[in-house]
């Protein structure tokens, strides 16, 4: 009979409740079956947040408990929060989050976090290098899938570009960029990672009139992170190489 019953929850796609079935302990027929169905959506609730992450293709994991809030972290509207930022009200505002400062000092740690903390929330995310997502651009636009990958954006709740300024991109894809980023205007929002001022950014998009209309997509409904200091990259190696010649 077991195995009958196991039989009927797989074909059911009742997949946690064939394993787990049998450890619920039953006190009365209500109770028993409450504590069964809560068990087959908390395990569905798990499996849709890993498909989220999967789905946002991190290079790296990283959490807002390990992110260290500085006084070195300035953000530029006082109409904004650390908690509010990490409650996400900019994603339901479908408002933009510019982190600006130097390489190492936790720009991409934060986006990664925020964005972390969106898929947990039930929000579809991506997350790209600059350089990577204008090959990709590139390539679709190429092979006439330009438009489709355009819907499959369509479908997040926050796209995330990091590290705008390492590498210049190519005059045509940065025009696809730019069209990437007007879909995205005021219908779901954008975080940027750079270590360009604004100034600069002619230097990534190779074209005054491109920059400026990316500058002002991104920055009209946009909250503005510097983020100043020393490398924390380099702090821990050096801290670790102190320790090594004391040893």
């Not at 991190?58 to 509207?77: C, H, M, N, R």
Request: with cysteine; aromatic share 10%; hydrophobic share 40%.
């Amino acid at each position: 009979m077991h195995n009958q019953i196991e039989g009927y929850m797989k074909q059911l796609r009742l997949g946690s409740l064939a394993k787990e079935w049998q450890s619920v302990d039953f006190k009365t027929r209500e109770q028993y079956l409450a504590d069964l169905l809560l068990l087959e959506l908390r395990e569905r609730e798990v499996n849709r947040i890993n498909r989220l992450v999967k789905g946002a293709a991190f290079p790296v994991i990283k959490s807002l408990a390990d992110f260290k809030w500085t006084g070195q972290i300035e953000i530029y509207d006082q109409d904004v929060s650390k908690e509010s930022l990490e409650c996400l009200d900019f994603i339901n505002d479908r408002e933009n989050l510019i982190f600006m400062g130097a390489v190492g000092t936790g720009k991409s740690h934060l986006a990664s976090a925020l964005a972390l903390k969106a898929c947990q929330n039930g929000h579809q995310v991506r997350f790209y290098t600059a350089a990577r997502l204008a090959n990709i651009l590139y390539e679709k636009n190429k092979k006439g899938q330009f438009e489709s990958f355009i819907k499959s954006l369509q479908k997040l709740g926050l796209l995330v570009i990091d590290e705008i300024g390492f590498v210049p991109l190519h005059m045509e894809a940065a025009e696809l960029l730019y069209q990437v980023i007007a879909d995205c205007y005021e219908r779901r929002s954008v975080i940027v990672t750079t270590n360009l001022e604004f100034s600069h950014w002619n230097t990534v998009f190779i074209g005054k009139k491109v920059t400026a209309a990316i500058i002002d997509r991104l920055v009209h409904h946009s909250h503005i992170l510097i983020f100043s200091g020393e490398s924390y990259r380099l702090a821990q190696s050096m801290k670790r190489a102190g320790k090594k010649v004391t040893e």
